[in-house]
Nanobody, 125 residues
Framework: VQLQASGGGLVQAGGSLRLSCTASGGTFSSYAMGWFRQAPGKERESVAV????????YYADSVKGRFTISRDNAKNTVYLQMNSLKPEDTAVYYCAADTYGVVAGIIGPHEYDYWGQGTLVTVSS
């Protein structure tokens, strides 16, 4: 399974970005998908996760109400819509796939089986 993340860039505080992550190989529609981020000098942080069907989503408290994770299984793609961005959202964002598919909340990076390469999001103040 290969995951290709895209959509990062430079945006002013209060702005929006939409990240995309497209999978090739494997059975995307059976995987739970997550977004993580890692800022310089900090640990990788789970941002959001969506189950295989898209029927369940979970968010870190730091992004709840501002970020939305969604998926299109026909396109093998998961999205992260980021609104009301803050400078503290600046990080490299990664997508990841959990082949188990069912999630009951935010899960840690060790639960994921495949990772994308990351896309940089920079929010200026």
């Amino acid at each position: 399974v290969q995951l290709q993340a895209s959509g990062g860039g430079l945006v002013q505080a209060g702005g929006s970005l939409r990240l995309s992550c497209t999978a090739s190989g494997g059975t995307f529609s059976s995987y739970a998908m997550g977004w993580f981020r890692q800022a310089p000098g900090k640990e990788r942080e789970s941002v959001a996760v969506i189950n295989w069907s898209g029927g369940s989503t979970y968010y870190a408290d730091s992004v709840k109400g501002r970020f939305t994770i969604s998926r299109d299984n026909a396109k093998n793609t998961v999205y992260l819509q980021m609104n009301s961005l803050k400078p503290e959202d600046t990080a490299v964002y990664y997508c990841a796939a959990d082949t188990y598919g069912v999630v009951a909340g935010i899960i840690g990076p060790h639960e994921y089986d495949y990772w994308g390469q990351g896309t940089l999001v920079t929010v200026s103040s």
